[in-house]
């Protein structure tokens, strides 16, 4: 099990940028998968972003693909999501989450962060 921290969220206006950061402890991060989730109120939790374990692979939620830039950074354990052009219905908590296998993530599985809220204005 590894532990994540989030941290970058806030208030941005729409069309501006904010980059989340996900710091991971443990020496095995460049084992897993990293992915970013985010879940509004009274929705669901939605897949955003997932990069594998080298970086050299990237996937992205349609509605974010052009905007937002998933990336990581193995000799610091720490992933990022940068936002861009954001949009007030990118507002939601944004978490991180870390596992081998980005199958088990979207069924809620792997080792997760706590959550940064991420509010657009319009």
């Known amino acids: 099990q590894v532990q994540l921290v989030e941290s970058g969220g806030g208030l941005a206006q729409a069309g501006g940028s904010l980059r989340l950061s996900c710091a991971v402890s443990?020496?095995?991060?460049?084992?897993?998968?990293m992915a970013w989730f985010r879940q509004a109120p009274g929705e669901e939790r939605e897949f955003v972003a997932a990069i594998s374990m080298t970086g050299g692979s990237t996937y992205y939620q349609d509605s974010v693909k052009g905007r937002f830039t998933n990336s990581r950074d193995n000799g610091k354990n720490t992933v990022y999501l940068q936002m861009s052009s954001l949009k007030p219905e990118d507002s939601a908590v944004y978490y991180c989450?870390?596992?081998?296998?980005?199958?088990?993530?979207?069924?809620?599985?792997?080792?997760w962060g706590q959550g940064t809220q991420v509010t657009v204005s319009s």
């Open positions: 989450a870390a596992d081998p296998s980005i199958v088990a993530m979207t069924n809620g599985g792997g080792s």
């Open positions: 443990g020496r095995t991060f460049s084992s897993y998968f």
